[in-house]
């Protein structure tokens, strides 16, 4: 069983509706590339203007699938930076794919990226540092 998921099974975004009830419920998956994907599809209740993706949301998303990234790779690591810049709003009811991939590592500091899109065009992009934390006594 991979140990750093284990460590993230009650997380607000993907922990399954048992472990987390609040969570958004996103199911991550690592493709053969070491690139994650998932879908989402906003509901009213992640509304932040009228009809529109809440931008924390958004934002949690992409630090989700960048986290899965190392966490899938049983990599322990936690987020140091999250740059976000948004792009196009996300309408309520729109499918979102989301995208990320682990750019470069260097001595247990890992750069990320992750994208939501919709319809093929990217709508909300964001970079990350992720450092594995030192182990405590």
Request: with cysteine; proline share 4%.
């Amino acid at each position: 069983m991979n140990h750093a998921l284990t460590l993230h099974k009650s997380c607000a975004v993907c922990a399954s509706e048992q472990q987390n009830p609040y969570s958004l419920g996103v199911e991550y998956q690592l493709s053969e590339e070491n690139l994650v994907f998932a879908q989402f599809t906003p509901q009213v209740r992640h509304m932040g203007y009228q009809n529109l993706l809440h931008g924390g949301i958004a934002s949690a998303l992409l630090d989700g699938a960048m986290t899965h990234c190392l966490l899938l790779q049983n990599i322990p690591a936690l987020t140091a930076r999250l740059d976000v810049r948004y792009h196009e709003p996300i309408a309520i009811g729109e499918q979102v794919m989301i995208f990320a991939r682990c750019d470069t590592q260097k001595r247990g500091i890992y750069q990320l990226s992750a994208e939501l899109c919709v319809q093929g065009k990217v709508h909300v992009s964001a970079s990350g540092k992720f450092i594995v934390p030192k182990p405590q006594n």
